[in-house]
């Protein structure tokens, strides 16, 4: 079966300080990975997304970036947060065919303070 | 541009009484539906799904409706139960797009 792993749970930065989130894929190839932002309060912000290795599309424009190094590792950065950075991120798969719904990770809280 | 709102951030039922949650939708373009379930610090969780060829999709105690010409859908739970309290996300589709959009959620909480 297939698995979604995402890490950490939970992370505390301070403003100015480098981010690296991982997420990883088990049990599938070729899927399409996402990552989506819950702020406090909102809704699913889609971040990023990416249909194969190197290919990504972002959607929002900010000081975060996304990069797929292999077929079922997606990767989310920043070279410096800000505060308005923090909220529950969270990294999902989909197999890509038509209709086919997201799986998500359990998210990792991030506070920036 | 919200495409798709979830325009009540809350809502309160009684165990065993019918939940309905409601979603609306500006896309024309979407064709396919999804509703998710989210608990406290935890990712979203597949729930039931319906295409815009279909009005209405059923599993178990789980019914979505699909007014397209309303660009309207709904998720009915009966009977809710205390299990069912979380924070319920609607989220459209365009098949060949990859990308899901979401509403921005409707707190559930089921009372005993």
């Known amino acids: 079966s297939q698995t979604i792993h995402q890490w950490p749970a939970t992370l505390v930065q301070p403003v100015g300080s480098p981010l690296s989130l991982e997420c990883t894929v088990e049990g599938t190839s070729n899927p399409n990975l996402y990552w989506y932002r819950q702020a406090a309060g909102r809704g699913l912000q889609l971040l990023f997304y990416s249909v194969g290795i190197g290919q990504i599309s972002s959607e929002v424009p900010q000081n975060l970036s996304a990069s797929r190094p292999q077929d079922r590792q997606f990767i989310l950065s920043s070279k410096k947060l800000l505060l308005s950075d923090s909220g529950f991120y969270l990294c999902a798969w989909s197999a890509g065919t038509g209709g086919s719904p997201l799986h998500f990770g359990n998210g990792t809280r991030l506070t920036v303070t | 541009d919200q495409q798709v709102k979830q325009n009540s951030p809350s809502l309160s039922v009684q165990e065993g009484r019918i939940s309905i949650l409601n979603c609306d939708y500006t896309?024309?373009?979407?064709?396919?539906f999804l509703w998710y379930k989210k608990y406290p610090a935890e990712g979203p969780t597949f729930l039931i799904s319906?295409?815009?060829?279909?009005d209405k999709n059923e599993d178990g105690r789980f019914t979505v409706f699909l007014n397209k010409s309303a660009k309207h859908l709904s998720l009915h739970i009966v009977p809710s139960q205390p299990g069912d309290s979380a924070v319920y996300f609607c989220a459209a589709l365009i098949q060949g797009a990859q990308k899901l959009v979401f509403g921005q959620g409707t707190r559930l909480t089921i009372n005993p």
């Open positions: 896309n024309s373009m979407f064709d396919y």
């Open positions: 319906i295409s815009s060829i279909k």
